[in-house]
Nanobody, 126 residues
Framework: QVQLVESGGGMVQAGDSLRLSCAAS????????MGWFRQAPEKEREFVAS????????YYTKSVRGRFTISRDNAKNSVYLQMNSLRPEDTAVYYC???????????????????WGQGTQVTVSS
């Protein structure tokens, strides 16, 4: 059973940057697409970004394109989310997850992901 642990969240001001990390243990994730999601208070969990097993294909929700970058290091069994030009509306708990099957990297449904981590809080003040 794979376990995912997110880290790197914090409280920042608008325009600042943060780098989130997601470390996996239990098994190698080098062949699995990975994703980042976020959930703001009283809102549903939403897709943020995904990356295929090799790192060659990435996909972002429209609101973060050009500001966020997802990457992975399979040797470290880790996935990252570089977040630049942060906005107050980016405030949320951020989760990483691994795809449960052979789905497209462009499939944004949370239901195809599993092994959710505990999340890391990102708070952006204006």
């Amino acid at each position: 059973q794979v376990q995912l642990v997110e880290s790197g969240g914090g409280m920042v001001q608008a325009g600042d940057s943060l780098r989130l990390s997601c470390a996996a243990s239990g098994r190698s994730l080098s062949t699995a697409p990975m994703g980042w999601f976020r959930q703001a208070p009283e809102k549903e969990r939403e897709f943020v970004a995904s990356i295929d097993w090799s790192g060659a294909i990435t996909y972002y929700t429209k609101s973060v394109r050009g500001r966020f970058t997802i990457s992975r290091d399979n040797a470290k069994n880790s996935v990252y989310l570089q977040m630049n030009s942060l906005r107050p509306e980016d405030t949320a708990v951020y989760y990483c997850a691994v795809q449960k099957g052979a789905y497209s990297t462009y499939d944004v449904r949370s239901s195809i992901y599993g092994n959710w981590g505990q999340g890391t809080q990102v708070t952006v003040s204006s």
